[in-house]
């Protein structure tokens, strides 16, 4: 990315970068649609729903969440533990 910066200056847009068109891609291509044409796509097993829906199982089951910083949880957990007893009353 500095070489993006470089290479753009003050005066400039990111728009025409080498580096910003190598890494758009990235977000304006949704991993779920499928480019290909309709009378391939009609003809094939698997829909859009059924693809959606494996992604989100694939990340259920593979995501590993970064662990909180200790004062965060320490702050959750009196939410919590403020809650249960106004609960209790």
Known sequence: AF??????GPEGHYLRSKH???NLSKY???????R?????WLNERKGLREKAREI???IL???QPEPLDK???????KVIDEARRKRAK
């Open 71 to 77: 004062d965060v949880e320490i702050e959750i957990r």
């Open 61 to 63: 089951r593979e995501h």
């Open 20 to 22: 910003t068109l190598r």
């Open 28 to 34: 304006r291509q949704p991993k779920i649609i499928d």
């Open 36 to 40: 290909k044409p309709t009378s391939r």
């Open 56 to 58: 989100v199982f694939k």
């Open 3 to 8: 070489e993006a910066i470089r290479e753009v």
